[in-house]
Structure formats: structure tokens, C-alpha cells
T-cell receptor
Framework: GAVVSQHPSWVICKSGTSVKIECRSL??????MFWYRQFPKQSLMLMAT?????????EQGVEKDKFLINHASLTLSTLTVTSAHPEDSSFYIC?????????????FGPGTRLTVL | GEDVEQSLFLSVREGDSSVINCTYT??????LYWYKQEPGAGLQLLTY?????DMKQDQRLTVLLNKKDKHLSLRIADTQTGDSAIYFC?????????????FGTGTRLTIIP
């Protein structure tokens, strides 16, 4: 199947700094990518839908200015956690949507574990 | 909004069958999915079922869908230690062009030797 990568796989940062997470579709083009957040022992929560060449659509309760999303190309979306705080510590997972023959399928990245000290 | 629920834990002896259950509320769901998440990793799509089907079998995996009761189950035959993971069901309603997956809480499957 299609492959989605994330970088970095883990990051530790100090409170107040910004962290950028990259999501790449390696062997297909993805007009739409999604960013999810997973708290320990909890399900995935969709944060935002990232559309190439346009502004991301954020879910209710997600701060746009804190979680900046840029989908500048058909293979790359980035999530920047600005002025990170310990409560932002989480596992962030992206997915990229492949459309082929009228079928849609989301492929997930391996996730990025963010720890804010 | 949509709601998807699962039991949090399931323990099964190696070699037995595992049955993971899921209930959902969105009657307009068009696709229902099962994902597997191993520790510290992303999600792996195991299988999916279209809403007009009531059963799908794929090797050791059997998906049953009761659309009337909005109940989905995943049966893993001959459970192995490598099946230890968290299993998420998810639903999507493509009818309105909504590409958002709604996930259940996840069921942690533990294999007893």
C-alpha cells in the first residue's frame, strides 16, 4: 500500500518553543491530509483537514493560531505547534488521502511523539 | 455529532478467537473500518466494510455488520501474540463528501500465553 512518513518520530522541547512536524506521502499525491492527536489511552481526535493550496479546516476547539498547518505541495503537509506547553504533549498522527478510481483511502503516518518540558 | 464506542480491554488466550465490538450512532455511515495500532506506532488499516454488506472475510479476519443495531464486530481467528495491539473502529459518511473519520475509543487486545 501507499506509504506516509512523519518527521521527526519523537521530539522533546522546552515550554515556549515551536515545533514543526512534517507529513509526507512518499509514493502518491495527496490533495487532502489530516492531522490527528492522540492522548494516552484515548482515541484519535481529528484536529484539522489540510488541503493543498488552501487554508486548513480546523475542528471545533482546536486553536488555529497554535497549531499552524501548511500544505504547500501534494506530498507534504506540516503541523507547527507554536509556543508549546506541557499540555500539548501528545502523539500526533497524520494521514494522507489517496484517491484512485473513485476510491478514497487514508494512509496513516507512524506518528510523532511530542514531549514538552 | 457522530459517536463510536468500543470496550476498552479484551484478553484472549493464544489460539482462541478474539471478538472486538463497536457501536456507532451515525446511520448514514457509508464505510466502516478497523485499524490496528501497535505500541508507539501509527495506524494500520486491517479491513473495511461497505454499509450495504453484512459480512466480510479476509483470511483470519471476519467483519460483521448489523446495520439495524449499528453494531460492528471484528473477529480474529486463531489469535497470536502478534495480534496484541489496540484496535480502533472508525466510520465515515462519504455521502455528504465528508472525508472525516470518526474513531472509536480503541480496544486493547492482550494475548494470554
Amino acid at each position: 500500500g501507499a506509504v506516509v512518513s512523519q518527521h521527526p518520530s519523537w521530539v522533546i522541547c522546552k515550554s515556549g518553543t515551536s515545533v514543526k512536524i512534517e507529513c509526507r506521502s512518499l509514493d502518491f499525491q495527496a490533495t487532502t491530509m489530516f492531522w490527528y492527536r492522540q492522548f494516552p489511552k484515548q482515541s484519535l481526535m481529528l484536529m484539522a483537514t489540510s488541503n493543498e493550496g488552501s487554508k486548513a479546516t480546523y475542528e471545533q476547539g482546536v486553536e488555529k493560531d497554535k497549531f499552524l498547518i501548511n500544505h504547500a505541495s501534494l506530498t507534504l503537509s506540516t503541523l507547527t505547534v507554536t509556543s508549546a506547553h506541557p499540555e500539548d504533549s501528545s502523539f500526533y498522527i497524520c494521514s494522507a488521502e489517496e484517491v484512485a478510481g473513485g476510491n478514497y483511502e487514508q494512509f496513516f503516518g507512524p506518528g510523532t511523539r511530542l514531549t514538552v518540558l | 455529532g457522530e459517536d463510536v464506542e468500543q470496550s476498552l480491554f479484551l484478553s484472549v488466550r493464544e489460539g482462541d478467537s478474539s471478538v472486538i465490538n463497536c457501536t456507532y450512532t451515525d446511520s448514514s455511515s457509508t464505510y466502516l473500518y478497523w485499524y490496528k495500532q501497535e505500541p508507539g506506532a501509527g495506524l494500520q488499516l486491517l479491513t473495511y466494510i461497505f454499509s450495504n454488506m453484512d459480512m466480510k472475510q479476509d483470511q483470519r479476519l471476519t467483519v460483521l455488520l448489523n446495520k439495524k443495531d449499528k453494531h460492528l464486530s471484528l473477529r480474529i481467528a486463531d489469535t497470536q501474540t502478534g495480534d496484541s495491539a489496540i484496535y480502533f473502529c472508525a466510520e465515515i459518511d462519504r455521502g455528504f463528501g465528508n472525508e472525516k473519520l470518526t474513531f472509536g475509543t480503541g480496544t486493547r487486545l492482550t494475548i494470554i500465553p
